[in-house]
């Protein structure tokens, strides 16, 4: 059974990078047929996707946030990681990582996607 | 981008009530959409995929309908453990998957 689990410093000072790092347990991170995911709420708030990585290392990332943002995967340690560069207040949130998961329908029709398992998230907190 | 806006942003409800949740998305986007629920404290769970597919291990009372741009989840007979957070998310074609801002749903 698939965990993870995120890890980092709770508190990030304004204009500086925040990191973190979601560990993958009880399989590989670089699975076919999965992404891995950063999602993102503030205090609050609703839902907010980050971006994604896929088992080759290719990223997505949103609109709002690609000039910032950084998704990288260490398959050595089984673990992926999120950077975000020039935070602010916005930035803080609870952060969570999540696997998509890939689910073939049939022929011709495109796939269902879906965030089948995340973990418990860790809170970062924006402040000098 | 697709945006997804889910209607009523709270509601109050009773154990054994029958509730329906709805989300309605910007354009068409078949049955590529997923239901998540959330407790205080706690990371979203996957509820629905693909509009009506049932993840493994939820309860038969949660049930998902809808294509093109409008969705339903609704639960049978609400129990004391359903009082959470209730978020759609759309999967069509490709990133952004843009949630909704999600549902809230009360005991009353």
């Known amino acids: 059974q698939v965990q993870l689990e995120e890890s980092g410093p709770g508190l990030v000072k304004p204009s500086q990078t925040l990191s973190l790092t979601c560990t993958v347990s009880?399989?590989?991170?670089?699975?076919?047929?999965?992404?891995l995911n950063w999602v993102r709420q503030p205090a609050g708030q609703g839902l907010e996707w980050i971006g994604r990585i896929d088992a080759s290392g290719k990223t997505t990332y949103t609109p709002s946030l690609k000039s910032r943002v950084t998704i990288s995967l260490d398959t050595s340690r089984n673990q992926f990681s999120l950077k975000i560069n020039s935070v602010s207040a916005a930035d803080a949130a609870v952060y969570y990582c999540?696997?998509?998961?890939?689910?073939?329908?049939?022929?011709?029709?495109?796939?269902?996607?879906?965030?089948?398992?995340w973990g418990q998230g860790t809170t970062v907190t924006v402040s000098s | 981008d697709i945006q997804m806006t889910q209607s009523p942003p709270s509601l109050s409800a009773s154990v054994g009530d029958r509730v329906t949740l709805t989300c309605r998305a910007s354009?068409?986007?078949?049955?590529?959409v997923n239901w998540y629920q959330q407790k205080p404290g706690q990371a979203p769970k996957l509820l629905m995929y693909g509009a009506s597919n049932l993840e493994k291990g939820v309860p038969s009372r949660f049930s998902g309908g809808g294509s093109g741009t409008d969705f339903t989840l609704t639960i049978s007979s609400l129990q004391p453990e359903d009082f959470a957070t209730y978020y759609c998310?759309?999967?069509?074609?490709?990133?952004?998957?843009?949630f909704g801002q999600g549902t809230k749903l009360e005991i009353k």
């Open positions: 998310r759309h999967t069509y074609i490709a990133p952004p998957f843009t």
């Open positions: 354009r068409s986007i078949s049955n590529y």
């Open positions: 009880g399989g590989p991170v670089d699975t076919d047929n999965y992404f």
């Open positions: 999540a696997r998509e998961r890939i689910h073939e329908i049939m022929t011709g029709y495109l796939p269902y996607h879906a965030l089948d398992v």
